[in-house]
C-alpha cells in the first residue's frame, strides 16, 4: 500500500545472491542530444528526481569532479561518422550515493545502491 | 630593456616581429583559452566576469539564462534558471576553476576571477571586438581580433 507512483511499478526481484541483478531505477530521464539542453543538467535533473527535491539541491558534489560528461557524451551520442570506434552501449558511474547508468538510447537510469538499505 | 608590457598591445613596427621576451607564455599556450571559450554558456560567464568581479551562483544563473533566453520578451522560466544554474554548478564553474580562470567559494556560492581570467577576458574582448558582439550568431568565426 505504500507505492503511490503512476510510473510502471517494476517487477521487484527478491534475488539477492545474483552478482548482477536486474534493478529498477528510482528515476529515469530521456536525454535529447539533438537539443540545446546539455547531458549534465538532465542528469543532475533525474538524481534530483531519484532525491525527490529540487535540481539546485543536488549540491554535495560537482558532477565534473566525478565523471568527466564530455567523454560520455562523445563515447554515445556523438554524430560523427565512426567506423572502428569503440562504441559503448552505455556508461555507468557512481555519484554520491547513486548509481548513474546512461544508455546510447537516450535514457539516463538512476539506480539506487543495491546493498542493505532496505532489506525486504 | 624593453620588457614590461602587460596591456597585451603588441604595437609591431612596420614588419617587426615581437622579440620573445615581449611574447607573453600565455599567448603561447592559448589551448586553455581556446578550451575555456568552446562553449557558449563559459563565454556568457566570463562576459559576466566582463561586467562585475563577483557573482553570486544565483545571480549568475540568472543572468545567463536571461541572455540565453531571445525568443520571446517574457523571462525565462524558473525551470530554465534552474537548468543555467546546475550546468553551471556541476560542470561550467568546476572546469573554470580547474583552469584557474574562477575561483568558487563554496561556502557562499559566489564566483570571482582566478589567475588566469585576465588573459581570457583579454581575448573574449578581441574576439567580441571584431565580431561585434554577437555572441550567438552563427558560428564563431575564429579570426584575429580586427584592429584597424
Avoid at chain 2, 568552446?38 to 568581479?53: G, I, M, N, V, W
Avoid at chain 2, 580547474?98 to 570571482?112: C, G, I, K, P, Y
Wanted: hydrophobic share 35%; aromatic share 6%; with cysteine.
Amino acid at each position: 500500500m505504500r507505492r503511490g507512483s503512476d510510473e510502471d511499478p517494476p517487477d521487484a526481484p527478491d534475488v539477492s545472491d545474483d552478482p548482477d541483478p536486474p534493478r529498477s531505477p528510482v528515476a529515469q530521464r530521456h536525454y535529447n542530444p539533438t537539443e540545446p539542453a546539455e547531458l549534465t543538467t538532465a542528469i543532475v535533473f533525474t538524481v534530483a528526481d531519484a532525491m525527490d527535491v529540487d535540481p539546485r539541491a543536488v549540491s554535495t558534489q560537482p558532477l565534473y569532479e566525478c565523471v568527466d560528461v564530455e567523454a560520455v557524451e562523445t563515447a554515445l551520442f556523438s554524430t560523427e561518422p565512426v567506423s572502428s570506434r569503440c562504441e559503448p552501449d552505455a556508461i555507468e558511474f557512481g555519484y554520491t550515493a547513486f548509481r548513474i547508468r546512461v544508455q546510447r538510447d537516450g535514457w539516463i537510469l538512476v539506480f539506487e545502491p543495491a546493498d542493505e538499505s532496505s532489506p525486504e | 630593456m624593453t620588457g614590461d608590457r602587460d596591456d597585451g598591445e603588441v604595437t609591431a613596427a612596420a614588419g617587426e616581429l615581437p622579440d620573445q621576451a615581449v611574447l607573453s607564455p600565455a599567448v603561447i599556450e592559448l589551448d586553455h583559452i581556446y578550451e575555456v571559450l568552446s562553449h557558449p554558456r563559459r563565454r556568457y560567464l566570463c562576459y559576466a566576469l566582463l561586467e562585475d568581479a563577483v557573482w553570486s551562483l544565483e545571480d549568475l544563473a540568472e543572468a545567463i539564462a536571461a541572455w540565453e533566453h531571445t525568443d520571446g520578451p517574457e523571462a525565462p522560466t524558473d525551470q530554465r534558471r534552474s537548468a543555467v544554474y546546475v550546468s553551471l554548478y556541476h560542470a561550467h564553474v568546476p572546469k573554470l576553476v580547474e583552469e584557474d580562470v574562477l575561483l568558487f567559494d563554496e561556502s557562499t556560492e559566489t564566483v570571482a576571477p582566478g589567475e588566469n581570467a585576465h588573459q581570457v577576458l583579454l581575448a573574449l574582448r578581441g574576439i567580441s571586438t571584431g565580431l561585434d558582439l554577437r555572441e550567438g550568431a552563427g558560428p564563431s568565426s575564429e579570426t584575429d581580433a580586427a584592429r584597424e
